[in-house]
Every structure is written in structure tokens, then in C-alpha cells.
């Protein structure tokens, strides 16, 4: 919230509203547009959250949306892998916050780094980095670095979708005409409010 606060703070017609998806105070029907990027896999229950997001737009309103993804497209080697690593998160996950974020930093720089930074190498040099771990991250700065370490490791739920299982949850929120990115980061769609016949 600060930093939009921040962000934002030469425009005079925003407004910042601190609530959960069920104590929204924003009416419903009345948005234009929403977006929920790297939380609703956070929460409990993402399908309700994401029909009470939903419930705030216009019909026809887009709903963008980024969900943290099954591994559908991986080899068996990188599902292992990323196992391993979510018994790394479950443990950071419990920690204070303050502790928590230095575990982030030391992660962001003792393995984000080099796994992005030699993935941006390998690719100048023509290999095809597609599966490489962190590969994604191969051209983002160190603070995105950082920010998703902590969002990755510091949150103690996490749930991840398969591509066709956010197809489904995004109609029984209500939207339609869902289209789902074929390409990182994965999964981004998108779908537009149904309008009521």
C-alpha cells in the first residue's frame, strides 16, 4: 500500500482501499477492469476470492489474473526439484517476517542470481534455457530478484494450477471468453465478466 501510495502520489483520483476479497467496500458491478497478479494462490480458497473479485466488475469487465502454475510443461526432473524446494519454503515460511526477509535476500543472491545470470549466459550462447531453473529471470533486475524470493519462500500457502483448472475456476467465477498465456510467466489469462442474457 505504501508504495502505491507512493507511486501514485501525483494523481488526485485514486483511491486506496485496504481489504480482503470478502470486505471489499468497493460496490459490486461498478468496476471496469480487475486484476488479481501472484495472489489469489496465496489465499485459502482462490475460486471464492477470485467469484468475489468478480462480483466488483461490470458485465464485461476483463479479470487478468496470474496464478502460480502446475508445471504441466516441465520434466519429471524439474517437478523434483521444485518439491525440494517447497520443503525449503515450508520451513522459511514460519519464520518472522524479519527473518524471513533475509533468507529472501540471501536466496535472491546465493541462487536467483547465478541460476538467472548464467541462464541470460547459456542463451547469448544459442542453448535453449526454456527449463533452465530461474531461467525466467534471466533478464530481471536484482529487485524482482529479491521481491520474488520473498513471495515465493516467505508465504506459507501456496497452491498451483494446472492450466485447464484455471479455465474452469475463471467460469465458475462468473467470467467468459478466457484466454490463458501460452507463454511465461505462466499462468496469465484473462476473461471478461458474463453478461447476464
Given amino acids: 500500500m505504501d508504495v502505491s501510495r507512493e507511486r501514485l502520489r501525483e494523481f488526485s483520483n485514486v483511491e486506496f482501499h485496504l481489504a480482503g476479497s470478502h470486505d471489499n467496500p468497493l460496490p459490486d458491478a461498478s468496476q471496469d477492469f480487475g486484476y488479481s497478479l501472484g495472489v489469489l494462490h496465496h489465499i485459502p480458497n482462490a475460486e471464492e476470492a477470485m467469484a ?3 462480483a466488483k466488475l461490470r458485465p464485461g469487465a476483463p479479470f487478468l489474473v496470474y496464478l502460480y502454475y502446475r508445471f504441466d510443461n516441465r520434466p519429471g526432473w ?3 526439484l521444485w518439491r525440494a524446494s517447497d520443503l525449503v519454503r515450508r520451513v522459511i515460511s514460519r519464520l518472522p517476517f524479519r527473518f524471513r526477509k533475509v533468507v529472501a535476500e ?6 536467483y542470481l547465478p541460476l538467472s545470470r548464467s541462464a541470460y549466459l547459456a542463451e547469448r550462447l544459442g542453448l535453449d534455457v526454456s527449463n533452465w531453473p530461474l531461467g525466467y529471470y534471466r533478464q530481471y533486475s536484482f529487485y524482482t530478484l529479491r ?3 520473498l513471495d515465493r519462500f516467505g508465504t506459507r500457502l501456496e497452491h498451483r494450477f494446472s492450466r485447464d483448472e484455471i479455465i474452469a ?7 467468459e471468453q478466457v484466454r490463458v498465456s501460452e507463454g511465461p510467466p505462466l499462468w496469465v489469462a484473462i476473461g471478461h465478466k458474463r453478461r447476464i442474457a
Fill in 147 to 149: 521481491t520474488d524470493a
Fill in 106 to 111: 540471501i536466496l535472491a543472491v546465493l541462487v
Fill in 78 to 80: 524439474f517437478r523434483v
Fill in 52 to 54: 468475489q473479485c468478480v
Fill in 169 to 175: 475456476m475463471m467460469e465458475r467465477s462468473g467470467l
